[in-house]
């Protein structure tokens, strides 16, 4: 939708909501300012979601015109920028959209996931601590599965298989979970709850390269010839170049 239609069915929607009650601008209320303010944000991140980042920017400046401490509006910017690669002022708006809401679970595992990207892992893993702390937040699995996967980055096993496990009893259909699961129950030689972590993973999530190596080296460890030697056919034909596929060819 063009961004001038979307704001003109926006603005039509507010005005027809104050109608009734006698205002002629929908800004004019705190209610209207609010509701206006709301939709700006929803809208700039539709626009985020389709990959338009530029657009997006449009309406969330609009909001915070309206609001400039709004924690939605700033943290919307942030990921516009985060997705744009501009990770300086995607920090500046995390923070201040933490400056509004600091105890925000989605807030502080968004703001945490940054900081994986920016490899800042142990500042990433105090965010989503205390993101975990929430224990009604709906996403707390995702919390956790991040908490996972930051302590492996930080040479942390045992907190990492505990961070994973605690993932998967609050959601079992976790792929990425999983297959830091079955990779590590493979590493310690644990062959049968590697390749249960396996197959779920198989169920829920299509290969990569990582996961085809992986897939290759438990079929050989369960002298399955035939399997081992498919997910090798895959991983040349669809990740040639990668380092999985070179250390591929070593183990052969």
Same mark, same amino acid.
């Given at each position: 939708m063009p961004l001038r239609l979307a704001l003109l069915l926006l603005f039509t929607g507010l005005a027809a909501g104050c109608v009734s009650s006698g205002y002629e601008s929908p800004l004019?209320?705190?209610?209207?300012? &609010? #509701?206006?303010?709301?939709?700006?944000?929803?809208?700039?991140l539709g626009y985020l979601r389709q990959g338009m980042s530029e657009q997006?920017?449009?309406?969330l400046k609009k909001?915070?015109?309206? &609001?400039s401490g709004d924690a939605d509006a700033n943290a919307a910017l942030? *990921?516009?920028?985060?997705?744009?690669?501009? /990770?300086?002022?995607? !920090?500046?708006?995390?923070?201040?959209?933490?400056?509004?809401?600091?105890? &925000? /679970?989605?807030?502080?595992?968004?703001?945490?996931?940054?900081?994986f990207e920016q490899k800042r892992y !142990?500042?990433?893993?105090?965010?989503?601590?205390? @993101?975990?702390t929430d224990t009604l937040y709906p996403e707390r699995s995702r919390v956790y599965e991040n908490l996972g996967v930051t302590s492996m980055r930080l040479g942390q096993r045992d907190s990492a298989r505990r961070q994973l496990e605690? @993932?998967? =009893?609050?959601?079992?259909?976790? /792929?990425?979970? *999983?297959? #830091?699961?079955?990779?590590?129950?493979?590493? !310690?030689? =644990?062959?049968?709850?590697?390749? &249960?972590?396996? #197959?779920?993973?198989?169920? *829920?999530?299509?290969?990569?390269?990582?996961? *085809?190596?992986?897939?290759?080296?438990?079929?050989?460890v369960h002298e399955e010839r035939d399997t081992a030697a498919r997910f090798g056919q895959q991983l040349e034909r669809l990740y040639p170049g990668t380092p999985e596929y070179q250390q591929y060819l070593s183990e052969q």
């Open positions: 004019q209320t705190g209610k209207g300012r &609010d #509701e206006a303010r709301v939709a700006y944000v929803q809208l700039g997006a920017k449009v309406p909001a915070l015109e309206l &609001d942030a *990921l516009v920028f985060q997705a744009q690669a501009e /990770p300086e002022l995607a !920090d500046q708006y995390f923070n201040k959209a933490l400056a509004s809401r600091p105890a &925000d /679970p989605r807030l502080l595992n968004n703001y945490g996931s940054f900081l !142990d500042q990433a893993s105090a965010y989503f601590l205390q @993101a975990s605690k @993932a998967l =009893h609050l959601n079992g259909r976790q /792929p990425r979970a *999983l297959l #830091e699961m079955a990779e590590m129950s493979y590493e !310690d030689r =644990h062959y049968v709850p590697a390749r &249960d972590y396996y #197959e779920r993973f198989s169920l *829920l999530s299509g290969q990569n390269a990582r996961s *085809l190596l992986l897939g290759v080296r438990l079929a050989t």
